[in-house]
């Protein structure tokens, strides 16, 4: 039963770390400081320039590259190596790249690495590089037929074999693995449309129990979605006003500093620190891209903020105050 709950915990640990529930998981950055995966550099040059791999081609088109799998550390380890989809993680929007227990239907399924001593049959390679030592793998693109035109987003992954600790998720052990990936964009040639929506803008608030001698404290959530089918690199403007139009919040255009892939959906938040106590507020969520100047989205949610406690304590204190006034006038009336 341990062995059963253990192999259950380490393809739960994959699962996790791999869909980016784990933070080791999400393909951020192509180095951890243990290994790396990068383009391969040029012949005889020791780092490459290209920071991922930029590809283009029309449908049915062939492209060929290489990556490295660059061993810092001073003992020999061995990667599963496979291509994968990109995705947005939904809270937050990070960066991510899919785990290998997940088919890829874009661009990963479009890369197939030919790597020493691969097996066809097999959908991930495994690959072993000394201490200090790199080892490069060639890869193809052949982009299909009926391919979209537009952005198509995913990556090189290096999985290390080795599970490097176990934590434990109520009775289950979960085994921990780290992956590293480079970034993969492919661009079809074709009529681009860039698309950008904000939606589900909502604001949840908590006040003190005696109003204004504390600030009171709100969220600002919303949602952004890519309805168009290239990446857009978002930028967002938070305002709000109160009664007769007064401004309460201004927060000016900033850029995100993610990536928004292709029909990816991703949820943020805003805090607000000093929100009003007694006011009713419209607060606004203005997207657009500094890539794509005409692209705009807006959307609105209003709120009535009002403290709650001490208005509940007020309606309280007058209607004590109505009863003692009711029992005072019943004691003097005359009999009738």
Same mark, same amino acid.
């Given at each position: ?125 495994? !690959?072993? #590089?000394?201490? @200090? ?9 052949? +982009? &299909?037929?009926?391919? %979209? *035109? =537009? ?20 009775? !289950?052990? #979960?085994?921990? @693995? ?9 661009? +079809? &040639?074709?009529?681009? %449309? *860039? =698309? ?37 690199? &978002? ?102």
């Amino acid at each position: 039963m341990r062995t059963r709950t253990s192999l259950y915990g380490l393809l739960l640990g994959l699962l996790l770390l791999g869909s980016g529930l784990l933070p080791a998981a999400t393909a951020t950055a192509a180095d951890n400081g243990t290994w790396g995966v990068f383009p391969t550099p040029p012949a005889g040059a020791a780092m490459t320039d290209r920071a991922y791999f930029f590809h283009q081609g029309a449908a049915g088109t062939t492209v060929t590259d290489s990556a490295t799998i660059l061993n810092s550390s001073d003992t020999e380890l061995t990667f599963q190596v496979f291509a994968t989809d990109a995705v947005n993680t939904r809270a937050g929007g990070a960066f991510a790249l899919l785990p290998v227990e997940t088919k890829p239907k874009d661009a990963g399924a479009w890369i197939t690495l030919v790597p020493e001593a691969a097996e066809a049959a097999e959908a991930a390679s495994t !690959v072993t #590089v000394p201490p @200090k030592g790199r080892k490069d793998i060639s890869f193809t693109v052949k +982009v &299909p037929e009926d391919a %979209t *035109p =537009g952005d198509h987003v995913g990556g090189i992954v290096a999985l290390n074999t080795v599970v490097e600790g176990v934590q434990k998720d109520g009775k !289950v052990q #979960v085994g921990v @693995k780290r992956q590293v990936g480079a970034r993969l964009y492919f661009r +079809v &040639p074709g009529p681009l %449309t *860039p =698309g950008l929506s904000v939606e589900d803008v909502k604001v949840s608030r908590s006040a003190p129990l005696v109003p204004w001698v504390k600030d009171a404290h709100a969220t600002i959530s919303y949602t952004l979605v890519n309805r168009g089918n290239v990446v857009v690199d &978002p930028k967002v403007a938070v305002s709000a006003e109160g009664l007769f139009g007064r401004e309460v919040l201004d927060r000016p255009a900033r850029e995100l500093k993610l990536t928004l892939l292709p029909g990816q959906r991703i949820e943020l938040t805003e805090p607000w620190p000093d929100a009003p106590q007694l006011d009713r507020v419209t607060v606004n969520v203005a997207a657009g891209s500094a890539t794509y100047p005409d692209l705009a989205s807006e959307s609105e949610a209003a709120f009535i903020a009002v403290p709650w406690p001490a208005a509940g304590a007020a309606l309280l204190l007058t209607g004590a105050g109505i009863a003692v006034r009711v029992l005072r006038r019943r004691r003097h009336s005359p009999p009738a």
